[in-house]
């Protein structure tokens, strides 16, 4: 995926512009990957979808307690405060950069930038400890959640 940095000049705040829409990953494991959460259906209306493009990412039943909480509010180096929701499953996301433990959130996890895989909207990171513990914090305000059942 070609990437290019950009200054915003209103912000001094570094945003990504896409050149090209993400590919599939070559059979070598390359960035950026889709982990499809298999009893996801894309028209089920309990999906939590992204806000920008109505493509669905997880579902209530994928949220998990990390740290004691579903919900956290954090702000990054740049001081951003995001609202995140985390979650054990998602689909149709893909990630850019490689991952890293600078100012991880979570103590002894590396992450990643998590975009939709649709429209390429931020929607939150991959949180990884090891090959195989993960999880992703989605940024709360991008998603659509499903109307409560009554």
């Known amino acids: 995926m070609d990437a290019i940095i950009m200054d915003n000049p209103a912000s001094f705040i570094p945003t990504v512009a896409f050149k090209s829409p ?19 259906e894309d028209e089920d209306p309990r999906s939590i979808c992204c806000r920008a493009c109505d493509e669905a990412i997880t579902a209530p039943n994928y949220q998990i307690s990390v740290n004691g909480a579903h919900l956290h509010t954090f702000a990054n180096p740049l001081g951003i405060v995001f609202e995140i929701g985390c ?16 100012f991880t959130w979570f103590k002894g996890y590396r992450w990643r930038i998590a975009l939709c895989g649709r429209c390429q909207v931020h929607l939150g990171w ?6 195989v513990e ?17």
């Open 126 to 131: 991959r949180f990884a400890a090891g090959p």
């Open 22 to 40: 993400p590919q599939r990953p070559p059979e070598s494991g390359a960035s950026p990957v889709s982990q499809p959460a298999t009893d996801l």
């Open 87 to 102: 979650f054990s499953r998602v689909r149709a996301v893909g990630y850019v950069g490689p991952e890293t433990d600078e």
């Open 134 to 150: 993960e999880f992703h914090a989605l940024i709360v305000d991008r998603l659509r959640y499903p109307a409560p059942t009554a």
